[in-house]
């Protein structure tokens, strides 16, 4: 058990939906990862929140969003589902925002969305 | 962002050691080197890392070149529970966000 915990873990949804996955980073870690992996893909970085604040962006759609609140869970809201939207989802936290490069990153477990 | 190439897929005899190797050439001098496995369509897990000295942990050893240009993934005693899929991975720096950028990496097959 890493520590991270991610809800929910399995969701099956609509195309044009939304959806919003929650995630609860270790116990007195500040910085929060969202990654997505499909099969085609590999793991994808999303985007990183330090602190509530947003510190960098990778391949993340407009169509999806995030953010991170004062008590440090983040949510990733996904909206206008599409199908190629199907994928795991993981959140990964650590203690500090990667200043010294050193500090362990942990993965939560993953929340499987499928989009039909 | 420096990049790491490693084979796409390994074999090893359960109970043998394991040798993952990983090249990083591009490496910067502040830039840690992380192992990470993930078993199926778990969570990814961490293993070990290290920046310049060789790292060993109750999962595995990280032996890395003196240059930092490589450096090796060691199960001591593979099991059928290590057959996975190992990403080799450089930190990347804080001014581009401290993030894990995952490569294809090396899928384990642990045979009895």
């Known amino acids: 058990d890493s520590g991270v915990t991610q809800t929910p873990k399995h969701l099956i949804t609509a195309t044009g939906q939304r959806v919003t996955l929650r995630c609860s980073p270790r116990?007195?870690?500040?910085?929060v990862y969202w990654y997505q992996q499909s099969l085609d893909q590999g793991l994808q970085f999303l985007i990183h929140?330090?602190?509530?604040?947003?510190?960098a962006k990778g391949n993340i759609l407009e169509r999806f969003s995030a953010q991170q609140f004062p008590d440090l869970h983040s949510e990733l809201n996904l909206s206008s589902l599409e199908l190629g939207d199907s994928a795991l989802y993981f959140c990964?936290?650590?203690?500090?925002?990667?200043?010294?490069?050193?500090?362990?990153?942990?993965f939560g477990e993953g929340s499987w969305l499928t989009v039909v | 962002d420096a990049k790491t190439t490693q084979p796409p897929s390994m074999d090893c005899a359960e109970g043998r050691a394991a040798n993952l190797p990983c090249n990083h050439s591009t490496i910067s001098g502040n830039e840690y080197v992380y192992w990470y496995r993930q078993i199926h369509s778990q969570g990814p897990q961490y293993i070990i890392h290290g920046l310049k000295n060789n790292e060993t942990n109750e999962m595995a050893s990280l032996i890395i070149t003196e240059d930092r240009k490589s450096s090796t993934l060691i199960l001591p005693h593979a099991t059928l529970r290590d057959t996975a899929v190992y990403y080799c991975?450089?930190?990347?720096?804080?001014?581009?966000?401290?993030?894990?950028?995952f490569g294809q990496g090396t899928e384990l097959s642990v045979k009895p």
């Open positions: 116990s007195g870690d500040l910085s």
């Open positions: 929140y330090y602190n509530g604040e947003e510190r």
């Open positions: 991975i450089v930190r990347v720096a804080i001014r581009r966000g401290g993030k894990l950028i």
């Open positions: 990964a936290s650590s203690v500090d925002e990667g200043r010294k490069s050193g500090n362990t990153i942990y």
